[in-house]
């Protein structure tokens, strides 16, 4: 796991909330019942974020406009999905803490500022050139704009290596939290844009 990411923090997240909300009484088996409108169209941007990204960056160095290009791409796959889900619980935060990353990274010509300096000391070579070679995230320098919406937040547990996030991470953890604790204990309706949580 690089410095730089949510990833931890989101599958932190969702054990946190199946653990709480099984003890209050939620049902695992409710899970089952999720029927996400559009929900193929998220699963597709993330694909598209760190499969292709992935791939890109075997092949070529990050630019302006090829960062930019993927961003746009990918957010508008997401956004397209989270649309019609956002009268959901959670969800308006989930879209709300998406469209915080969304504005940093449009405003840092498409990759997403990491404020590495805190943790330099626990990072390996590898992990620096990884970040300089990455398509999605950047080292933060003088001229990044939007700052306080960048990856500025570090934490280490549980895995004990440092992690980087924003307050857009923090507001979609949030929101995904209440989303998967809401489902256990209540139960999940059809997606929809009119749908609720009975």
Request: with cysteine; hydrophobic share 50%.
């Amino acid at each position: 796991m690089g410095f730089w990411g949510s990833d931890l923090l989101f599958g932190f997240v969702v054990v946190l909330s199946l653990a709480i909300g099984t003890l209050a009484g939620g049902k695992l088996s409710r899970l089952g019942e999720l029927r996400l409108v559009r929900f193929e169209w998220v699963f597709g941007s993330l694909l598209m974020k760190f499969g292709l990204a992935r791939l890109l960056a075997a092949r070529t160095r990050p630019s302006p406009f090829s960062c930019t290009f993927l961003s746009l791409v990918t957010y508008a796959m997401l956004f397209y999905g989270l649309y019609p889900n956002l009268s959901l619980p959670g969800f308006p935060l989930l879209g709300l803490g998406t469209l915080l990353n969304f504005t940093a990274i449009m405003a840092n010509k498409g990759r997403m500022p990491v404020q590495v300096a805190g943790g330099k000391a626990v990072l390996s070579e590898s992990q620096f050139q990884a970040l300089t070679a990455s398509f999605t995230h950047q080292h933060m320098s003088k001229g990044t704009k939007l700052k306080f919406l960048a990856d500025i937040y570090t934490w280490k547990f549980p895995s004990g290596r440092p992690t980087a996030f924003s307050l857009g991470d923090v507001l979609m953890a949030v929101g995904v939290f209440w989303f998967v604790l809401l489902t256990l204990r209540r139960g999940f309706p059809l997606g929809g844009k009119d749908a609720t949580i009975s």
